[in-house]
């Protein structure tokens, strides 16, 4: 976890040190294998390790995280074609039902955020009316004040700085 700038340990805060790098194998948007890099780090304090996973990095998939939140757009807008994901039907399948039970909770989460510690509202009328990518965007851009990254990346920034990243 980014705390000033440092990386600071998610369970204690504690001081992080680099202790190794492993490689990922992961796809792109047109179904090429590369690799990509996760670096671990040792906790001074607690002695416990963490991975610190890049942001093109989604933990548990080899899809880049862009192609994954693409497809889900698509999906969630109903214009997805099969010629537009490498991936195939059931596991773009299995990736939106996954968002749509994790986002829900994320859009909750930051729906209490911004006014719980920010005083402010967002209409639920106007949130009835969009997708759940196209709301967790919005409210992503209106927490972080930019639209740097993946939607879901700066989600998992902003729940894991208020609570524990869970989309």
Not at 56 to 64: A, C, G, N, T, V
Not at 120 to 139: C, N, W
Request: glycine residues 8%; charged residues 25%; hydrophobic residues 30%.
């Amino acid at each position: 976890m980014l705390y000033n700038g440092e990386v600071v340990c998610p369970i204690c805060g504690g001081k992080m040190r680099l202790h190794s790098t492993y490689s990922r194998g992961l796809r792109d948007n047109e179904g090429k294998r590369h690799e990509g890099w996760v670096a671990q780090s040792n906790c001074e304090a607690c002695d416990k390790y963490h991975s610190i996973i890049p942001s093109y990095i989604k933990p548990y998939k080899q899809y880049e995280a862009e192609v994954i939140e693409k497809a889900i757009k698509e999906h969630e807008r109903g214009t997805l074609k099969r010629s537009d994901c490498p991936a195939n039907e059931s596991t773009i399948n299995r990736w939106a039902r996954e968002f749509s039970e994790r986002g829900s909770r994320a859009v909750g989460c930051m729906l209490s955020l911004l006014y719980n510690i920010y005083n402010m509202h967002i209409s639920v009328i106007q949130t009835q009316k969009e997708g759940l990518m196209s709301l967790l965007d919005r409210l992503t851009q209106r927490l972080l004040g930019n639209n740097a990254g993946t939607v879901i990346g700066r989600a998992n920034i902003i729940l894991t700085r208020y609570n524990n990243g869970f989309v």
